[in-house]
């Protein structure tokens, strides 16, 4: 990963107000995996339309639909955030 979870937690808490029980995701790079699975619509990557779920027992489910961005970004790296440095009183 390129920032740990404690950066993670950081950089999104000076964003938000981060409350007991939020879920904060943070999903892998670009291209990880990319072809490693085999799905229905004969790619591995998700496609416009396709629906995602994640369950735990007991509490429900997330759904999420996909949808298509209109642009590409230029930097598929998943470095989306900026440097640590850029918000963090060194």
């Known amino acids: 990963m390129i920032h740990n979870i404690p950066e993670l937690i950081e950089?999104?808490?000076s964003l938000i107000t981060?409350?007991?029980g939020?879920?904060?995701?943070?999903?892998?790079?670009g291209g990880?995996?990319?072809?490693?699975v085999q799905r229905a619509t004969g790619s591995g990557f998700?496609?416009?339309?396709e629906t995602i779920e994640a369950s735990i027992e007991g509490i429900g489910t997330l759904?999420?639909?996909i949808?298509?961005?209109?642009?590409?970004?230029?930097?598929?790296?998943?470095?989306?955030?900026?440097?640590t440095s850029s918000y963090r009183d060194n």
Not at 22 to 29: F, K, N, P
Not at 46 to 49: C, Q, R
Not at 71 to 81: E, K, N, R, V, Y
């Open 11 to 13: 950089y999104a808490s």
């Open 18 to 20: 981060v409350f007991p």
């Open 22 to 29: 939020d879920v904060l995701q943070s999903g892998t790079s």
């Open 32 to 36: 990880t995996g990319a072809g490693r």
């Open 46 to 49: 998700l496609v416009d339309g």
């Open 63 to 65: 759904r999420h639909t």
């Open 67 to 83: 949808r298509q961005e209109l642009t590409i970004p230029d930097d598929l790296s998943g470095a989306q955030l900026p440097a």
